[in-house]
């Protein structure tokens, strides 16, 4: 099986090195800034020239840019939109409000360090997973003049030479350092799909998988397959109708394969973010 444009496939969603994930919002984007955190969560970071608070500003921006997408910083000047700070009952800036399926998550007023900000992050990010809110944002800006990431330089070597063990290894490297690394968690997916797929035989797969419909490994062999030939919907629909019929044990095996092919494909696929539903009420 001639793998190579899967391995370029694999290397191309995470964002470009250059990609920042900062957007000015006022009042006039201020509601469709909200809208995206139906899909992913949305950070706002209230601010203001006189409050001498570079520092925090320069800190979100290396996490928001840092997580790839996992999340989006807003950052308002409240001098120039002072009625937005005067709609989110803000007295005191800088401050900072997280945003999770449209509903506000008053984070911290003041300025914070890297790793204190970094622990309120990642409890956002907590908040929005277990709410199946884990889509991805795409860049506002990217500089083209950036050079390659150097972070992944290592699982790339690994996936050009069509070695994706190592690749897998090389990623679970840099998520031990960077748990919520959302280029890192993709990268693994799809090192891990290409991994299971390169010694297997898909069209087998599909039909094993449907002499069978209750064997759990061959329906996961299966939806591996539907994904590598770019069929992500079927792929999910398999699973979840797989989660709705097990328990226990197998029932989380298939629920965490089918959220590392969310990574694969994308968490702002249109198909992702309707298995998410699915997920949802497959669960409960």
């Known amino acids: 099986m001639d ?4 391995v370029a496939a694999a290397k191309a969603p995470p964002p470009p090195p250059g990609a920042s994930y900062v957007m000015e919002v006022d009042e006039r984007n201020l509601e469709q800034v909200i809208s995206l955190s139906l899909r992913f969560p949305v950070v706002l970071e209230l601010n203001s020239p006189r409050a001498n608070a570079d520092a925090l500003s320069q800190t979100l921006t290396e996490l928001a840019n840092a997580a790839g997408g996992a999340w989006l910083l807003g950052r308002i000047n409240v001098d120039a939109s002072p009625q937005v700070a005067a709609a989110f009952g803000i007295q005191a800036v800088p401050a900072v409000i997280g945003v999770v399926g449209g509903q506000l998550a008053p984070m911290w007023q003041g300025t914070k360090d ?38 992944f330089a290592a699982a790339d070597a690994a996936l050009a030479e069509g070695n994706f063990d190592a690749a897998v290894a090389e990623f679970d490297k840099l998520l031990a350092a960077s748990p919520n690394d ?32 209750a064997d759990v490994e061959l329906q996961l062999a299966a ?32 629920r965490l394969r089918l959220l590392e092919l969310f990574e694969t494909v994308g968490g702002t696929d249109p198909a992702v973010l309707k298995a998410r539903r699915d997920l949802m009420s497959a669960l409960f």
């Open 223 to 254: 939806a591996d397959a539907e994904v590598f030939g770019g069929a992500a919907e079927q792929a999910f629909a398999r699973l979840i109708e797989v989660i709705r019929i097990t328990t226990g044990d197998q029932r989380e095996q298939v």
């Open 114 to 151: 890297k790793v204190e900000a970094q622990a309120y992050l990642d409890q956002l990010l907590q908040v929005a997973a277990a709410n199946g809110v884990v889509g991805r944002a795409e860049p506002v800006s990217v500089d083209s003049e950036a050079g390659p990431d150097p972070r």
């Open 3 to 6: 793998l190579s444009s899967i």
């Open 182 to 213: 959302a280029e890192a968690k993709a990268g693994r997916a799809q090192a891990a799909l290409l991994g299971r797929v390169s010694t297997a035989d898909p069209a087998q797969a599909l039909q094993r998988a449907a002499a069978a419909p």
